[in-house]
């Protein structure tokens, strides 16, 4: 079965600082792969999503996230980390016969230092 | 255009009482889901409809748990008989279509608790 891991429950980042959230997936074929993130008593947002083509795709809000195949990773990336960016992300794959039910990694809470 | 909406926004209620949720996805959305967040489990992923399709209830923890949508747009998830491990907040999802591919929107959920 599908699973996801992000293995950071909590980062702290200074605002300006560059920020790497790590994700890591079970899928034997080409994954359908999210990112989405939660703030505070809001539902979930998507920032990307990767399904093909280059693996390095683009978000909104300035993030990024790369498709690693080799290393069954898809890590959300941004170079400059606003204190709005406060929240807890979550990775997921798409599992199922159509790739459609969402399999959640447990979520990394992202603080920002001023 | 509107988003997804979810009533009621918070829902507290009896061990053993039925509650229902409600959620009205986005217009011409075809694919409905709902999930569950909740501290022990996480996000997990409980049933999704799709136009006239018998509906994927793989996720479903119990025969507690029941979902219809009516007219192929809103949905009710039904709680039978609540305990206090059904405590979380249900977020419902709508997507253009079923594919994987797809984007699901989120709504804002229902926070439930179960005394």
């Known amino acids: 079965a599908q699973s996801v891991t992000q293995p950071d429950i909590h980062i702290t980042v200074s605002e300006g600082a560059s920020l790497e959230l790590r994700c890591n997936y079970s899928y034997g074929a080409t994954p359908y792969l999210f990112w989405y993130v939660q703030s505070p008593g809001q539902g979930l947002q998507l920032l990307l999503k990767?399904?093909?083509?280059?693996?390095l795709v683009q978000g909104i809000k300035g993030f990024e996230a790369e498709f690693k195949r080799s290393q069954s990773s898809f890590n959300l990336r941004k170079p400059s980390v606003h204190w709005s960016d406060a929240a807890e992300y979550f990775c997921?794959?798409?599992?199922?016969?159509?790739?459609?039910?969402?399999?959640f990694g447990a979520g990394t809470i992202l603080r920002v230092k001023s | 255009g509107a988003g997804v909406s979810q009533s009621p926004s918070n829902k507290v209620t009896e061990k053993g009482k039925d509650v229902e949720l409600r959620c009205d996805p986005i217009?011409?959305?075809?694919?409905l889901y709902w999930y569950r967040q909740s501290l022990g489990q996480g996000l997990e992923f409980l049933i999704y409809?799709?136009?006239?399709?018998?509906?994927?209830k793989s996720g479903l923890p119990s025969d507690r748990f029941s979902a219809e949508r009516t007219g192929g747009s809103v949905s009710t998830l039904t709680i039978q008989r609540t305990q206090q491990e059904d405590s979380a907040v249900y977020l419902c999802?709508?997507?253009?279509?079923?594919?994987?591919?797809?984007?699901?929107?989120f709504g804002p959920g229902t926070r439930l608790l179960v005394l």
């Open positions: 409809f799709q136009g006239n399709s018998a509906p994927d």
């Open positions: 997921a794959v798409g599992a199922g016969e159509y790739g459609n039910k969402l399999v």
């Open positions: 999802a709508s997507s253009f279509r079923r594919g994987g591919w797809e984007t699901q929107y």
């Open positions: 990767y399904f093909s083509g280059d693996t």
């Open positions: 217009s011409g959305h075809t694919a």
